[in-house]
């Protein structure tokens, strides 16, 4: 060990100030001091126990300031705050950086409680990249000198080959030079932008950043997460870049499963890009939940449950997965605890609408159509596309079997707002499960005139109408379901059903063949059923 007063630990958040403190590092280690950081995220068990005792063995602990650095220390088992305390507990020196334009205003210190509350007031360096020589000048000359009143801890010397390793891991990797420095500063102004909602700020930032270094992988990350704001498909190309730069970056990975999520025909790829986003972030709470997300789409409810307790015992702050879980254990009739899950979500983020709408289905299958109610008013209220609370309890009651009481909810529904098109549609449905066919397509009728962009009111009526032998009728609602959402599954499937009726064989084949294509076997378990259906077409019209 070198001289106790040239003994420093440095401190970071490694997703927004790594690169800094990679240049802290190296300048102080070409000045003779004995530097220690960690590059990796903490390992739970034996290592975070070896970093703490780095704390106690050095004499001061440089803690990397840039924006982002505290928006996630009030998070549980936040290491970050574990170090800055440790250091506080063990009267280190500590000196704080201010980098990429941080301060201590007033959104920072309002994160800063418990025994972080003073650290605004202790002095520190401000190091702009143009700067950045002057600014490491006067880190040693003026915080890193002796006389150093602390207690150093020698740590065990059973330390030495892991601490030794970690050392090694930083100076495998060039030292930053002034252009890359100044990319760094860009990002973490555009981070401050892209977290102000100002995209076009964060954009013209990243892409600053870019030109300057164009192996800079979280630049491609976040501008991908700006053109993906935006809608734009470069989103796409930036994540791929990101991880071809750095294949152990975990999140461009999980951002592109995102962009997947919803196109059925890559589920695959998504389930492939989050397993490996968990596999090199096994802290990765986001990543657990989208991929439960995915496994509760797929029916996979066991392993959807699997994700969401985990991403719940790595952030129990997390309100997402307590609502996701809440809609398996509603589904499964386990109604107690799915009224708690809905019940933590709303604690945890009081604004979202949609607990509101899955403690409200709990209700009513519990039979409290009061408070079901309420729950359907505040998942109504500031959602300007929401329908009437009536309308909502009245698809609860259909869904759960109670077409009566639906019924009388939709007719309330459309007697306080005779526009609502949605309670039309839903009480359609409830007159087709009551076979009453001419009031269901009235009703259906009526929400096609209110609405004739809603696919579910022209698959209703084409429903009927199949019914009602009104085979021509019933192939022009399908259609017409399918020109508003190409990939509506149930239109192909009862499309196919009529043309089969009508004898139209190619275009029955084509159909199934398309439900098949975007997932409705899978969806709707009928996968070996329609593959029997078209195979007999196929032999039907001499076709291998």
Known sequence: MAQTHKTVFISYRRS??????????????????????????????????????????????????????????????????????????????????????????????????GKLTDLSRYNGVNAPHDYFEEAMERLRARFLTP??????????????????????????????????????????????????????????????????????????????????????????????????????????????????????????????DLNEAIRLDPSFADAYK??????????????????????????????????????????????VNALADYNDAIRLAPQWNDPYMGRGQVWVLLGDLEQALDDFTQFSQGNIFAHSPYTYRGQARLDNGDIKGALADFTEA???????????????????ALNNLHDAAADYYQAIQLSPYNPEAWVGRGNVRQAQNDLDGAVADYSAAIRQKFNHTKAFYNRALVYEKQREYPAALADYQKYLDLGGGTDYGDQAEVEAIIDALKKRLGQK
């Open 414 to 432: 459309i007697q306080r707002d005779p526009k609502d098109s949605h309670a039309y549609l839903g009480r359609g449905d409830a007159w087709s």
């Open 16 to 113: 927004v100030s790594a690169y800094i403190a990679r240049a802290v590092y190296f300048d102080l280690k070409a000045n003779g001091f004995d530097v220690f950081m960690d590059v990796q995220s903490i390992d739970a068990g034996t290592f975070d126990t070896i970093i703490l005792r780095q704390i106690e063995a050095r004499a001061h602990f440089v803690l990397v300031c840039a924006p982002g650095t505290f928006d996630r220390v009030n998070e549980p088992g936040d290491w970050l705050r574990r170090e800055i305390e440790y250091a506080l507990e063990h009267k280190r020196n500590l000196v704080p950086i201010l980098a990429g334009g941080f301060s201590f205003d007033p959104a920072v210190t309002r994160l800063l409680t």
């Open 147 to 272: 006389p150093v009143e602390v207690k150093i801890k020698d740590a065990p010397a059973g330390d030495s080959a892991a601490v030794k390793q970690k050392q090694r891991e930083v100076e495998q990797q060039s030292p930053p030079e002034t252009k890359p420095l100044r990319a760094w500063e860009l990002l973490a102004r555009g981070n401050t932008c892209y977290a102000q909602n100002d995209l076009d700020g964060a954009l013209a930032d990243y892409e600053e950043a870019i030109r300057l270094d164009p192996n800079y992988a979280i630049a491609y990350n976040n501008r991908g997460l700006v053109l993906k704001r935006k809608g734009k498909k470069e989103a796409l190309a930036d994540f791929d870049e990101a991880i071809r730069l750095n294949p152990k970056f975990a999140a461009p990975y999980f951002h592109r499963a995102t962009l997947r999520m919803f196109r059925a025909d890559e589920r695959q790829a998504t389930l492939t």
């Open 290 to 335: 989208e991929r439960g997300l995915l496994r509760y789409w797929q029916q996979e409810y066991e392993a959807a449950l699997a994700d969401f307790n985990e991403a719940l015992r790595i952030n129990p702050y997390f309100p997402a997965p307590y609502f996701h879980r809440g809609d398996i254990r509603r589904q499964r009739g386990e109604l």
